[in-house]
């Protein structure tokens, strides 16, 4: 009921504007409007006839009318009734979107400060490094999640671009010029970028503390307190009935959401300590894809908002109370997110690509680190303030020289967004085919483009100004985001991350909070040819920033993978050495290098041979040639495979190169096939360097993860696989723990019965000390475990092995066949160069001196207290001997 209201908490919105007192506010509706006549008690109407006694005064503030349009008195009084009408009818719908928006805020803190107290009372809220390592998933996660941050706060920045000016001119009133009203309607649009630069010095202060539940807390409040504002704001335009303050609170409530948005710095650090460098550049990319997502969805909420209130005026402050409740609803939701999606232990940081890599000197570090920053600062600068006034710039000029209308507005600047985000993804996918330095290029002459079309010809009109923006924004963004993923690239000794992120944010606000009140000024009292010129400047000068920046990175490159090269390369050969294989070496002559780099695994060079095509070296040991390939490949895959009647269900341990798994979807049986490769990169390069190799990666049949195998089967249910085909590298780094006795406990339990499990099993010249320990020790829990030669001319020695196991299964006589020597199906219609059923069972001859010794590595287990292993490995022993005799 109105009268259980005070009347001045009405009328004047003097009492503090706390959220709960918004919620009751909210709960009283629908007398949320001005109370009619019948429904007021004395005291309110007392009140209303004080506000109400000039009319001439009321319709001057609501509806522009003068004192001579009185209401009643001719048509336009009569339409101006209608329309105060109108606009009473109109308010009881906003307070229901600020009941949600206030309820939803609340439930959302409740929510929060449960779960904060929950996590902390089982005393999982200890502050230090003590989580695991950081997996892929969760690093994706959270990398997403700060995102999504980005999304909200460019739409908090962003979503009264369409009607600021309409919004200036309200809280104006009368007797104030075009000029002033564009100067103010930019200060209110820069008022949450400046708050947002106070925030950040605050965020990170913060994150020089170094406390991790502090912070973490802080991510999550700090949304929440921006929803908090944004509900007050409501609130305060509702209810208030005065000009006299309602501007400067309208700026302080916008610097206010600004400051706490700028507290996602802390998840922003958070994020970019987990992002490893080779990733930085298309962190970057989506960072801005995310911005550009933001930017589109501000002006999407005013427009759907200002479509909501109608023509003709109705709700004077309803189109900015609906548009501000959203995004209330939104931080809400975010803030929802990153409480229960944050671990609360700080997670370990990423190890950095360049980590281990000898190539880098200190004055060629020096150098970059010298013209990284404050060319990629200058950059980044430039770039926002051009792209703030072109959204700034835009939807005045839309509604001043074009009389476009909010919704209007909202669609073409949400266009132009969309268009940045296809840009920047079409730019993601390129950036690892193409060198950055021609995506640069690309990107500064479409910006020159679009600039160019920015000037005023007196023939384009509305459609000339729109496809400057097109062509310009998305690649001005697109150029930024480059720039941005060079200076995060690399180690700074005298800046550390939250500070590089720091400088970053305070560019970013800077450039948006200066371009919106200069770039308005100028267009409103010079005209937008002179606007279209101060574009053009900080193009040029971009560009060539840009330009320079990117040569330099090149250089520094170029730099990098020469150094690393002289270690591996003399004399225009790769020469392959070894401590495990003394006085022998194997060379390969290169023709050209294509790729070194050093991954987040391992170090990577691909270079073009001679005679040998393509070669992928890992580590310093060649993985394949193009040449010979398919003799490695054909055999570990082939042999397992026709070892296994019907094998349906596949899985692929390593072999990010494709070459097992093409050979694996020659067989129609396959149902699926399962690829874990732990090396994202080695996937990328056999596609880019390796298409035969790869070409089964399309495959409806295939499925690629990247992901640690040792987990993945930790995680299989039993009996899921019919073949597991572990193509690993030596047992070296990533590569050793797929050697040991736990791995193959996990492989023989994910096995279905009969199941075949096939390994790269090193060579008979340099290894017979592991190969006796994959074929007793590895192979102990299986059926069968033997061991078959492989050859192959450019891997050293010549030669290499497949161990090879078999589960027993019970429903078949003796638990299967005794060996795998013997292929049980044979190949119909396969393409094949190197496999053969006749080389399928040479493969098992052994010479004699290998022969020799896995019995002699089986005697000692042939007598143990369990009969059941002790038969298996008898029986080995004899299958041995066998074929040694033949």
């Known amino acids: 009921r109105s009268d259980s209201i005070p009347p001045s908490f009405i009328m004047t919105g003097e009492t503090p504007l706390l959220l709960l007192v918004t919620v009751a506010v909210s709960h009283a509706a629908p007398c949320m409007g001005r109370p009619s006549i019948t429904d007021r008690s004395p005291e309110v109407s007392n009140c209303v006839s004080r506000h109400e006694g000039d009319e001439a005064v009321y319709l001057q503030r609501h509806f522009g009318m003068t004192s001579k349009t009185q209401p009643g008195n001719g048509t336009a009084g009569k339409q101006a009734i209608g329309e105060r009408n109108a606009a009473s009818h109109s308010v009881p719908s906003d307070a229901i979107l600020l009941k949600v928006a206030a309820f939803g805020t609340l439930a959302v803190m409740a929510v929060l400060f449960c779960n904060e107290w929950i996590d902390g009372s089982s005393g999982a809220t200890s502050d230090g490094p003590c989580a695991p390592p950081m997996s892929t998933s969760h690093r994706r996660c959270l990398q997403a999640l700060a995102l999504w941050q980005i999304v909200i706060d460019l739409s908090e920045s962003s979503f009264v671009v369409p009607f600021a000016y309409d919004f200036a001119k309200s809280l104006s009133g009368s007797g104030f010029s075009s000029p002033a009203i564009a100067v103010l309607s930019g200060i209110i649009q820069a008022g949450s970028p400046a708050g947002m630069t106070f925030g950040l010095f605050l965020a990170y202060w913060l994150c020089r503390m170094n406390i991790y539940k502090l912070n973490r807390t802080l991510m999550a ?69 995310a911005l550009s997502g933001g930017l589109a969805l501000g002006p999407l909420v005013s427009s759907v908002a200002s479509s909501s209130v109608g023509a003709g005026g109705i709700g004077r402050y309803s189109q900015t109370i609906r548009a501000s409740c959203a995004v209330s609803i939104l931080y809400a939701v975010v803030a929802l997110w990153i409480s229960c999606c944050v671990p609360m232990s700080e997670p370990q940081e990423s190890t950095s690509d ?97 600039v160019v079309l920015l000037f005023d010809f007196g023939t384009g009109g509305a459609t000339q100004l729109l ?130 780099t050093q991954t987040a695994v391992q170090e990577m060079l691909v270079f073009q041979s001679t005679h040998w095509g393509n070669v992928l070296v890992l580590d310093g040991a060649i993985m394949c040639t193009e040449r010979d390939e398919m003799s490695y490949q054909e055999m570990l895959a082939h042999l397992a495979m026709f070892s296994h009647a019907k094998p349906c269900e596949v899985l692929i341990v390593g072999g990010g190169d494709g070459g097992v798994l093409r050979e694996v979807c020659k067989h129609i049986c396959v149902q699926s096939a399962v690829l874990c490769e732990i090396d994202a990169e080695v996937v990328d390069i056999a596609r880019r360097f390796f298409p035969g190799m790869a070409c089964a990666f399309g495959d409806s049949r295939a499925s690629i993860r990247i992901c640690d195998a040792v987990k993945h089967l930790e995680a299989a249910c039993d009996s899921s696989y019919d073949v597991i085909i572990i193509d690993s590298s030596d047992p070296v780094g990533p590569a050793e723990k797929l050697f040991s006795r736990g791995f193959y406990e996990h492989v023989h339990r994910s096995l279905r019965p009969g199941g075949i499990a096939c390994a790269q099993g090193e060579s008979v010249w340099f290894d017979m000390e592991l190969i006796c320990s994959m074929v007793t020790e590895n192979g102990a829990p299986f059926a069968t475990a033997e061991y078959a030669s492989i050859q192959i001319p450019t891997y050293v020695g010549g030669q290499i092995g497949a161990f090879i196991a078999r589960k027993s299964d019970p429903s078949q006589p003796g638990g299967g066949p005794p060996s795998c020597s013997k292929p049980l199906r ?37 007598c143990p207290a369990r009969t059941r292993t002790s038969t298996r490995c008898s029986a080995g022993v004899q299958h041995l001997s066998g074929v040694a005799v033949a």
């Open 826 to 862: 044979r190949p119909v219609d396969m393409e094949l160069r190197y496999y053969t059923p006749e080389l399928h069972e040479a493969a098992f001859r052994l010479p004699a001196f290998v022969t020799k010794e896995l019995v002699a590595a089986a005697s000692p287990v042939i």
């Open 221 to 289: 409040l700090a949304p929440l307190l921006a929803a908090l504002v944004y509900v007050s704001l409501s609130y305060l335009l509702l209810f208030h009935e005065s000009h006299r303050h309602l501007k400067y609170l309208v700026i302080t409530a916008r610097f206010a959401a600004g400051f706490f948005s700028g507290l996602d710095l802390l998840l922003s650090t958070l994020a970019r300590n987990i992002t490893k460098e080779s990733e930085q550049v298309a962190f970057s990319l989506l960072e801005y894809m």
């Open 354 to 450: 360049g980590e281990g890599s000898d190539g880098n000197s200190e004055s060629e570090s020096d150098v970059w680190q010298a013209w990284a920053l404050p060319i990629g600062s200058a950059c980044v600068f430039l770039g926002i303030f051009s792209c703030a006034a072109v959204e700034v710039s835009s939807s005045l000029l839309l509604e001043l020289d074009y009389a476009w209308d909010v919704p209007a507005i909202g669609r073409a600047m949400g266009a132009v967004y969309v268009a940045v985000i296809f840009l920047c993804a079409v730019f993601l996918g390129m950036q690892t085919r193409i060198s950055s330095k021609y995506l640069v290029v690309a990107s500064s002459l479409g910006m020159l483009g679009g």
């Open 467 to 596: 496809l400057s923006d097109l062509v310009m924004y998305p690649c001005i963004t697109a150029l930024v985001a480059i720039v941005d993923g060079y200076v995060y690239m690399g180690r700074h000794e005298f800046i550390s991350t939250e500070g590089l992120n720091l400088a970053m944010y305070v560019i970013d606000s800077l450039a948006r909070a200066l371009a919106a009140p200069i770039v308005r000024s100028i267009i409103a009292s010079m005209g937008r040819n002179a606007y279209a010129l101060l574009q053009f400047g900080a193009a040029v000068l971009l560009a060539s920033l840009a330009m320079g920046l990117s040569w330099i990175r090149d250089s520094k490159r170029e730099c990098e993978d020469s150094a690393r090269s002289m270690r591996l390369i003399q004399g225009g050969w790769f020469i392959e050495k070894n401590s495990d294989w003394p006085g022998l070496a194997i060379a390969i002559e290169v023709k050209e290098v294509l790729l070194h």
